[in-house]
């Protein structure tokens, strides 16, 4: 969810109550338990070990929650896992770098999830061939086969699947250790990414003054900053209805809705109180960012990308054990055309070689529990 922090100021309390109508405030605009359903488990009554496998799966980190999945079933003991085409983010993700990234991060815990259940998931990357260049293709991403095998290897971060949570909020003054990024580290020790942290004062500085440029180049040009207001969801109404994109939610946020100062439709019409909160959006967060983290790899094929997708998710899982906090802050990342230059700069500050790829980068520290953001019904990915 995004914080109602950035709006505080424009809108005083007093304007809220009258909007709630004497409701109880905290009673008003909760996140709907059937859009977090998920983050219960898949249903007992759930038999096939491919569904609940996927019910898992689809608990993965993605770009703005789009959850481009598709799993064909029709193959007994086997999944075909598509990318689905109609939940891209071309402006700011125009490769689908990203979009594959989330799908690494679905294969990694369903592959866990198999496993936790005593099966071995045996993936064959694009198996009717490579996507286009550049592009998501119609071919599957990968074909997977549940093989029963008593002898596989149970994950022991599997434990924090249901827990892991993308965390927004200001991070506590507690730092990030060294035996910490060392545990972040070690939870990708097996896959072909580089890890890489700090929690220097220069370094940080230079850090959220690149995140920041990035920052403001993604919400000054319009067709990325709608991109993404394309997908608020403003109150729980809306985020029921789509369980996706990004939610906004709670008293704030309904009384600023429904007294008709922040719909989708008027930020989508150029509003300028919309524009200017999402600009600010990120200056308490980096203010409040004890360190960073960033995972690269030597080449940027889709299989270098879900690899990264894989390590990323274990990082997350890693950061839930150890009580750490992260969000993924991708703008400097991004490769239209606006964004070149400070991806460059940016590389350079974190020290990868020009010719790798700085596949995610994110912030780490210390915060309170966010709550779980929404899932579609896994009905809705899956073609049976
Ligand atoms: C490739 C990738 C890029 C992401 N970039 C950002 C980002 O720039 N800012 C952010 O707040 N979250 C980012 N996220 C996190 C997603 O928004 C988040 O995973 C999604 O909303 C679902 O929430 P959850 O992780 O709590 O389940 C990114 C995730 C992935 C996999």
Not at 302 to 315: N, S
Not at 360 to 383: N, T, V
Request: glycine share 6%; proline share 7%.
């Amino acid at each position: 969810m995004v914080t109602r922090r950035a709006f505080i100021g424009i809108l005083g309390t007093s304007a809220v109550v009258v909007a709630a109508g004497g409701v109880a405030l905290s009673q008003v605009d909760q996140m709907p338990p059937q859009a977090v359903e998920a983050w219960n488990g898949p249903a007992p009554n759930l038999r096939d070990p491919r569904v609940r496998a996927l019910s898992y799966a689809l608990l993965a980190p993605n770009p703005h929650n789009r959850q481009p999945w598709i799993a064909d079933l029709r193959e007994a003991n086997a999944i075909t896992f598509f990318c689905d085409r109609t939940r891209l983010l071309p402006e700011t993700d125009p490769y689908s770098r990203q979009i594959t990234i989330g799908c690494g991060a679905f294969l990694e815990l369903l592959r866990m999830a198999a496993a936790e259940q005593g099966y071995r998931a045996e993936i064959v990357a694009f198996p009717s061939g490579d996507w286009p260049a550049g592009a998501v293709g119609d071919q599957p991403i990968c074909r997977v086969v549940f093989v029963a095998d008593p002898s596989v290897v149970r994950d022991p971060l599997f434990a924090q699947v249901l827990k892991r949570r993308t965390n927004r909020a200001t991070y506590d003054d507690l730092p990030v250790t060294a035996a910490d990024a060392d545990g972040l580290h070690g939870a990708v020790a097996d896959l072909p990414v580089t890890f890489g942290w700090t929690n220097a004062p220069s370094r940080m500085q230079q850090l959220r003054a690149i995140a920041k440029k990035a920052w403001d180049i993604e919400m000054g040009k319009d067709a990325t900053y709608f991109e993404s207001v394309r997908v608020y969801r403003i109150t729980a109404d809306e985020i029921l209805r789509h369980r996706d994109g990004l939610s906004f939610h709670g008293p704030f946020f309904w009384a600023m809705n429904r007294l008709g100062l922040f719909t989708r439709e008027k930020a989508l019409a150029g509003d300028q109180l919309a524009r200017r909160q999402a600009f600010d959006f990120i200056n308490p967060e980096l203010a409040h960012t004890p360190a960073f983290a960033w995972l690269s790899t030597a080449g940027n094929d889709r299989r270098a990308q879900l690899a990264a997708g894989a390590a990323y998710v274990r990082t997350n899982l890693k950061a839930t054990a150890l009580g750490l906090a992260i969000q993924p802050l991708s703008q400097a990342l991004q490769e239209f055309p606006e964004m070149l230059p400070v991806l460059a700069e940016h590389k350079r500050a974190v020290g990868v070689a020009e010719s790798a790829t700085v596949q995610m980068f994110f912030r780490a520290g210390h915060a309170s529990p966010a709550e779980p953001s929404p899932r579609r019904a896994l009905d809705d990915i899956i073609r049976a």
